[in-house]
């Protein structure tokens, strides 16, 4: 499956595969974004008016009430007559919230405060007894006080680099980034029980979750369609701390492999294969680390949003003798319009001239304003689609620009993601269980693609704004 639309980032993901659509419809338009009208920051999962359910932290205060469109789990809630069980499970809030849609019957994410799972009162006032039960099992105390050693020899890493390498971050407090990790000596300075989150654990963790969430919610048990919205977040935690090419993220795969064949077992015990129809698929790829491309000789590098900004403050003030940069949030730049217009000058000529500006910056592949975005299709330039089709007009900046292949934002070790390139947009998709015959294809499919199909094989309504087509390899009846 392709992403067809940047950035290629973890809440565009996971609204995109629930809603078969872009962000130019979904409206999540990245993590996080810059509001011009109410508080500034805006995370994409993020509610203000709820409150957490499971522990004292601020860290429950999220909803899905950013979605603009309904996804493959409401349309099966409502073709169920809300009698489906609907259960969103992952360690990051928005993994869990996403996918869930407006209407489940539980969404669990991990709070790293105090290593317990919570909700939020958009969805309940007080959690399940089965999920405080098992917060009270300590799991990720009695995870986190084990070492993290690799689980095969370490000579066995045949698709990695060697395990101590230039290109991955260590853990605060440790002088290289090398196996084993001793996680009860880490904790302290690395986020405490948050810590699970950076190693394999933090899988098996949600795996024993969504396990624990069949048994007690009697998912699978009757005609109703029940639906499991799972995201295993530790790979991507893994993977920026340490890119794609270390014997960590090699490692944490392996063990993700091990915890799935668990979960596939569980499932085939509890419900039955023929009962149970299940899709593997990513809410984004990653960029190789940037020292790795540089060690062989790939033009690579890392930019700094706070770069950005500060050079493109300083183009506005050699231009226009003021700075009209409100904010650069990801790849969006935001302008100061009311100054813009105060001074007299026409939007959509200081749009063009700041983006024929950040155009210039090394490490930039493109930067396309609002203005343009608004008036083209951009037919025939994929990337600029990319980038219109991640485009929001009432949430996205003024500006939006593209890094040059190779090139991450923020991780000048480890890695990243978000880019239009195929490292970024090209995921695995695997159908399995029930209705799915044998057989295999490399076509260039979109993400949006698979919500439809979903809906197609289950004989229900697709999602309110689904713009995607049903893969009929999957559908043929
Ligand atoms: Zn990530």
Known sequence: MNYNYVPTFTGPGHASIYTG??????????????????????????????QTVGSSSPAGKMSPKMLFTSTITDEVQKASGNRSKIIGIALKDRGAILPAGKYPTGVYWYDGSNGSWITSTFYMKELPKWVSDFNKKELPAKYLSQPWATLLPVEKYTESDPDDNECEEPFKGMAKPVFPYDLSALMKDNGGLGLIRSTPFGNTLTKELAV????????????????????????????????????????????????????????????????????????HGATASVPFSLKKNVPAGNMEEDQVADSLKKYFMRTYKDSFLLAVSAFDIYLKRDLIEKKKLKLEEVQKKAALYIRSLNGVADAVSEYEIQQKNFQGDTIRMKIKAGFHSQRSGDIIYVLKPNWVLGFPKGTSHGSPYLCDTHVPLIFFGWKVKKGSTDEALNITDLAPTICSMLNIPNPSGCTGIPINKLTEK
């Open 212 to 283: 624990e969430a069949v048994v007690n919610e009697d998912m699978g048990k009757d005609s109703i369609t029940d639906f499991l919205a799972l995201s295993f977040s530790s790979t991507d935690y893994i993977g920026h701390q340490f890119g794609p090419q270390s014997v960590e993220v090699e490692d944490c795969y392996l063990r993700l492999d091990k915890d799935i064949a668990e979960l596939l077992k569980f499932l085939d015990e509890k419900v039955g294969r023929q009962n149970y129809l299940l899709f593997l698929t990513a809410d």
């Open 21 to 50: 659509t872009t962000p130019s419809v979904h409206g999540i338009i990245s993590n996080q974004w810059i509001s011009r009208t109410g508080k500034p920051n805006v995370y994409c999962a993020g509610d203000a008016a709820v």
